[in-house]
């Protein structure tokens, strides 16, 4: 008796709130996401987005650039590393126009990553991490 009630209020709401709504709300955030994020990076470029859960870390995060048309997919690290062990970097992350990084990627700096142009590169659900590049 409650399962079925309960089964009839969310056929209900699922009726009042459905999917296509749900889609427009969950882009608003992800754009909404994108600005407060780009304030914190030294360049996100046109028509660029960075998914929800994206963290940056290490310090150095006006060292990282963004191209153009570049999608960042939710739950990726970036981290540009400004100390390890007292030895100071100036660490800097460079991911070119019309690049796709997918869920769940990290990317570290101590020295410099660059991904992207004159390429355009996938890199798409595996653990990218690059912490000594000198």
């Avoid at 997919?73 to 540009?80: A, E, F």
Wanted: charged share 15%; net charge negative.
């Amino acid at each position: 008796m409650l399962h079925t009630v309960l089964n009839d209020i969310l056929s209900c709401i699922a009726y009042l709130y459905p999917m296509n709504i749900s889609l427009k709300i969950e882009h608003l955030r992800e754009i909404l996401f994108t600005q407060w994020i780009s304030r914190y990076l030294d360049h996100l470029g046109e028509g660029s987005t960075i998914g929800l859960g994206c963290q940056l870390q290490g310090g150095g995060n006006k060292n990282i650039s963004i191209g153009d048309n570049t999608i960042l997919v939710s739950h990726n690290i970036l981290g540009c590393w400004t100390s390890h062990n007292g030895i100071n970097y100036d660490p800097h992350i460079i991911i070119g126009d019309n690049t796709a990084i997918g869920e769940y990627t990290q990317i570290s700096a101590v020295k410099e990553v660059r991904i992207g142009n004159p390429s355009h590169y996938m890199v798409e659900n595996f653990l990218f991490q690059v912490i000594y590049n000198q």
